[in-house]
Every structure is written in C-alpha cells, then in structure tokens.
C-alpha cells in the first residue's frame, strides 16, 4: 500500500470516508486507485479506459508511478487482448496522465468528498449502473455519487429527458407533462440539472415522487449551475447528483460534453424536448446512437426556434417522434435491459466456467481462462458473491458447488 | 357513330363545344366514349379501368352497348394482357355499369359542361397530366377542367398542400408561408377546396401568383364547398378545378376518398400540413406512399390535437417530417420527373419501333407490334405528332424518316 509514499492508514481512512468499510486491503488499494485515476485522466479518454480495464486501476496507477516505458506497457498490454496500442498512443497518455500524479489532491479529493457525503462508486460495487460500461473503453473509471440513491440498477428503467436552457413555455409544460407520465410508469429521470428542460424534468420528477439522477459535468461538492442549488439539494436528498470527476473539479466545456455521454450511457432511452439547431442535447443525442440506444424528440411548432433541434433529429439523425410519455416508455422499452442482462449473464457463465469447486484461482488467473478483463472479472465476481455463487479465499476465488 | 343511337352531328356538336375541333371523327368517337365512361364508372373503378385500357373507350362502350357476354369479354381481355379477369368480375362489373347507360345523361353532362366553359381531358391530349396513369387500372378516365390552365405538364413541379378542415391558426400560417415558399420555387400547389388547410394553400397560391389547381370530388359546375365558391372562381381565372366526374355529377363520400388519389398522383409529393388524428389528409398520404410519391407532415405541438395525424404520419407510416418551404421543394425533387419521362421515353421508342417509314399502320396494328395498349398507343402518338416525329394518314400512321 505503499501507493503516492502515503502510509495504509492514510490510505484506508480517506478511502472507507467514501465507501463504507466493507472492503479488504486490496479492495480498498483498487478504490484508492480508481478515485484517483478519475482526477487524473480527462472523462472519456480512451487509453486510460485501456489500461485501466486491461491490468487493473491499481496496477496501473502503481506502473505509472513506477514510470513504465512505452514499451513495458506494450508488452503489458498485448497480454490483454485490447487490440494494438502504439507506442505513441501510450507515450502522450503517459505525458497528460503524469502531470496529475498528486498524491496531496488525491486525499483532498477524498475527504472533501467525505466531508459532503460523496460515495465512490466503481465497477465493482454491486450497485455500479451497469449499462455505463457499453461505453467500453470511454467509460467513467468512477462516478462520485451525493445522494439518497444507493443502487444505481434502477437506471434499467430509466429515460433521460435533456433540452435546450433558452425552453420555451411551451417546452417545459411538455416536460414537467412528460416527466410525471414515465414516473407513473416507474422510470427514472436521468438528466443534466441545467436551466430550461433539464430543470423543468428534476423538478416535475421531484413533485411527482419519482427517483431523478443528475448528472453533473464538475465535482458534485459544487453545485452547476449556483442557480440550481436549491434544486440539486432537492435531487441529493431523494435521489442522486453524481459526476465522474471528483470533487474540486470544475466544469469545462470538454467536460459538459463528456458528461452527456453519461447522461446517454446511463439511461435506455434518450428524449430530447427541444433544442436549437445547435443545441448541445443533439451531443447528448449522438451519444445516445452511437450506444444504440433509442432516441426520440418531440416536436413543436416549425415556428418556434427552439424546436428545430428536435425536428433536425427526427428528419436527419433517425430520431423517433415521440408525442407524450406512452410514447417515451415505448421507445425505452428497447431491448436494453435483456442486453445487459444477456451480457451480463454470459459473462457470469464464462467466470464460472473458469472458477474450480477446490483449488482456488486468483483473479489474473480467472481472467485468462475466461477471456474477460481482469476488471470485468472482478465486477462479475462481485455480483456472484452476492448471489453465493462464489467464495473468496486468501488464494482466491472458488466455485460454490 | 351510331352510339346510343345519336347522330354523328348530336355527338360531335356536343364534343367539339369541351374540346375544341382539331379531332377528326375516331377522335371524336372516343372522347364522347371516355366522357361517357366518365360517369358510368366510380371513380377508380378498376374494371373500368382494365376494359378502357385494354379495347379502348370507344370499343369497350359500343361493347356494353352491344351486351358483350362475360365469356365475350374474357376471350376479347385475355388478348390484351391485363391479367386474368373473372367472369364474376367482368359480370358484376357490368351489372354496375348498365344501369348508368344513359345517352341523354352523356348529353346533358357535356352541354353542361360547355356552358360553364369546362373541357374534357384524356389521356390522349398532350397537355393530359402524365403523372397520374401511375394509378395504372385506378387512373382517371378522363379529367373535366375548368380555369386557364390547359397544359397540366405543369404537374411534374408540383406539390399536394393537404390537411384538416378543423385548422387552427398555427396550421394556417405554416401553409401560407410554405405555398410562398414553393410558389417562388417555382412549384404548382395541388389542393382539394376544403375549408382549413386547403383553402389556405389556395388562397396563398393565387396571392403569390403561383399555379393552383383544386381537385373537386363532384361535377366541376357546382363549386363545393359552397362557401369557397368565391376562391374556387378565383382558382379558375388562373389555375384549374378539375374533377374526374363530369358535370352534375355531385360528391359523395366515396367520390371524396377517391378524389384523394387524384390529388395524390397529380403531385410529385404530397405534404400534410394539419391533421387529427383520423383526418381525411390521413387518406390523401397512403394514396401518394401506395405511389411511391414521397410523403411529408409537419410537425406542431404535441398539445395540439390538429397536428396529432402528422405527428402519427412521421412515426408509424415514413413520413418525412417537414419544417418549411426548402424542406418540401426538397421533398418533391424526387424522381417522379425522372421515372415519368423514362418511362415516356421508353414508350416512344416502342411506339416508334413498330411503325414503319412508308406503310401506315394503324393504331390496333401498332399496339399489337408494340405490345402497349390502344389507348397509350393514342397518346404516345399524340406526343409523337406534336413532335412531328410520325404523320398520321388515312390508313394509320407512318414515322418520319
């Protein structure tokens, strides 16, 4: 645990401040890595996916302090079935990544975190919104999570509602209409806590009893826009603000462009309420079918600027016309969650298939018998140990038989 | 010329008074015949449509005349390849037709028709919109026109402005702004009177001195709607009304179904501008998608009940959403123009194959050898002769060298 030169101590107190006191020595050297590795790589970037999906966020972060060549991680990295990384790829992610290795605002981060009851969310934890990893490789490494909401499996019934800030009346009274609709019919509202119809969604899921996660594109310890403080405190004390950044970290555009990804990752169907021709919810849009998840935009008035996002969506980008709530729990009655769960339920099959009923087999060790990455393994792990399928011994994992 | 027992003088004053005198006796045989066919059928009769096409108006009324048996029919129908006809169907067809056998109703229709100044169109005459024979068996048989227009080649740059009767105000401008639109790109508007909708497109058409034809579900004499006598008489001292029906023929409800399609094919796309959620526009857009027309709808607010049948048309049956002028243009550069010229094009060269340098041959000789029917044998060579590419003699016709 000799992670930054910071002692154990240091280590798991700032990291049980966060999530719970549940997790062994390693579980909460992989945590300590994993909060760290969300200040250090920008949200999506590709490489830090790589290599943190392909030898663990622990393993990675101590290469990196170790100061890996270009080479050494090559090597590592041709192991794990990622598909080739060239030297320069991995040199330039060294480069960005090297600048941010602070072992001070790693720990500032955290009890800052602590300190506005933040959790630290990571793949591994049974509660981690699995459809998020469809990102693959430009999935958030954590997300820091402030709120009543614990488990994040509720987003397999869920829509994000996004829009323009400049709303009109008439698109927020279609929101708040909309909104209170798919509450009745038990979905989450996923959206982004901005003025105008993200706004109007929160606040017409908040009236109407229903969960609301959002999305935040800084640290959630401060509130984007200040305007809606009073909103997010609403959504924190019934549902979920959450961000992949850790907390101190301001909002950038990157960063707001990033965060729609999640917005799109987390929910099965994305609707856009209106939008200008260049509104930034036709980003969150895009994301949402580059995923293959289901896409709607309601229309308006071709009078009415702030619809001809929408209509753009419907006539150029495939976007289903949606025309009230029926209509959106249609659209994210999309095979999204039998994906998840058929994916999911395969890779249960093939860690099983790689654990034995005796002898124990660590994790690197299940990962190269069932072809998975040794951090899909873990989470997989994760939910079979839940379910009593598997026992974890001091030389790993076995099979219950 | 013995047809219904009239003289050759009765007939042809009667035909020349719709149609001008340029037709010589054959010629005006087969308008009175497509006249008279013009009431015995429905609209879209399609054994009217199968007979007429295949043994010509004029043979196919002195054949009903005549009482031609089924078997008669069948053996004279197989020779022309339209498929095969049941006795059931040529009988149950003609049992329809004979009650409507009524030379005086021929004659009052027509004299009706050259009080109120309307002509006779057929498929025949050059200035015959070309564009709606794509309703093949359900193509009109003739067209009563009555305004200034008198070539409705114009149709091929044209586009169908339909929707509710019920318009509201937003409905109202979007089709006045979009027939400006269209008008300046050069366009004909195709419309159907009605109050809402329609008469807007009208309205906005004549003001913008466009080219509007309105299609008529009755007689041409009798304007309906009765308050739109003022724009209709407007329509005819630029445009056209038109209808399929001769003269004190009134409209029913099936007449108005089918007075659809000819609005549909008369269009290169047909767009929907304002409709309920069971509109009779509904029923204009399957005409123009069963003809492969493209179909747009505009868009409005999803509270506004006007606009729920566009907003269904875009979702569940390929319509393009629409926001404007530009879109609509874009709409209607299809290939109608396309598909209809190469398809001209290619009869042409067939009728033009089988005609000889110095023998005449005549038309039932040149449809033999061409293997088209009589009645696109006439028009073709109509087309042909206004091109002075053949010369028709007293045996038949003969191609120009």
């Known amino acids: 645990m000799s992670v930054f030169g910071l002692t154990d101590a240091e280590v798991i107190a700032h990291v049980r401040a966060v999530s719970g006191d549940q997790h062994d020595a390693r579980g909460v050297r992989r945590l300590f890595a994993r909060a760290a590795w969300s200040g250090i790589a920008e949200p999506g970037d590709r490489m830090a996916g790589v290599v943190v999906g392909s030898v663990g966020a622990d ?8 100061g890996w060549s270009a080479e050494r991680w ?22 960005r990544w090297a600048p941010r290795l602070n072992s001070a605002q790693v720990l500032r981060s955290l009890s800052h975190a602590a300190r506005f009851a933040v ?38 019934r869920s829509v994000a509602l996004v829009g323009a800030r400049a709303a009109t009346g008439y698109g927020e009274h279609v929101t708040m209409e909309s909104t209170v609709g798919l509450v009745e019919r038990g979905f989450a509202i996923v959206s982004g806590a901005a003025y105008g119809i993200d706004g109007a969604a929160h606040r017409a899921a908040l009236a109407s009893h229903g969960t609301t996660i959002a999305v935040l594109a800084g640290g959630v310890d401060r509130f984007y826009p200040s305007g809606h403080d009073a909103l997010l405190t609403r959504i924190v004390d019934s549902g979920a603000v959450i961000s992949e950044l850790p907390c101190g970290q301001p909002p950038t555009r990157w960063r707001f462009l990033q965060r ?15 939008a200008g021709w260049r509104s930034g919810s036709l980003n969150t849009a895009g994301h949402a079918s580059q995923l293959g998840r289901p896409l709607g935009a309601v229309p308006g008035p071709i009078t009415s600027a702030a619809s001809a996002g929408c209509h753009r969506l419907v006539r150029d980008y495939g976007a289903t016309l949606v025309t009230g709530a029926g209509d959106m729990a249609e659209l994210a009655g999309d095979t999204v969650t039998e994906r998840v ?14 654990l034995a009923v005796r002898s124990a ?15 899909d393994v873990v989470a997989v792990l994760g939910v079979l140990h839940l379910e009593e399928r598997v026992v974890e011994h001091p030389g790993g994992w076995v099979r219950r038989s």
């Open 74 to 95: 090559q090597a590592e990295l041709s192991h794990s079935g990622v598909g080739t990384v060239t030297a320069a790829e991995i040199g330039s992610a060294v480069d």
């Open 361 to 375: 087999r660590p994790v690197d060790d299940i990962a190269a018998r069932s072809g998975l990455a040794p951090a």
């Open 119 to 156: 959790r630290l969310l990571t793949p591994e934890d049974p509660g981690w919104p699995v459809p998020v990893d469809e990102l693959s490789v430009h999935a958030p490494l954590a997300l820091w999570v402030r709120g009543r909401l614990d488990d994040f499996q509720v987003v397999e």
């Open 341 to 354: 769960t058929e994916r999911r339920s395969a890779e249960q099959t093939r860690v099983l298939d790689a």
């Open 59 to 66: 393993v990675a972060l101590e290469a990196l302090l170790a």
């Open 260 to 274: 729609n990804r999640i917005i799109a990752a987390l929910s099965r169907a994305t609707v856009v309420l209106e």
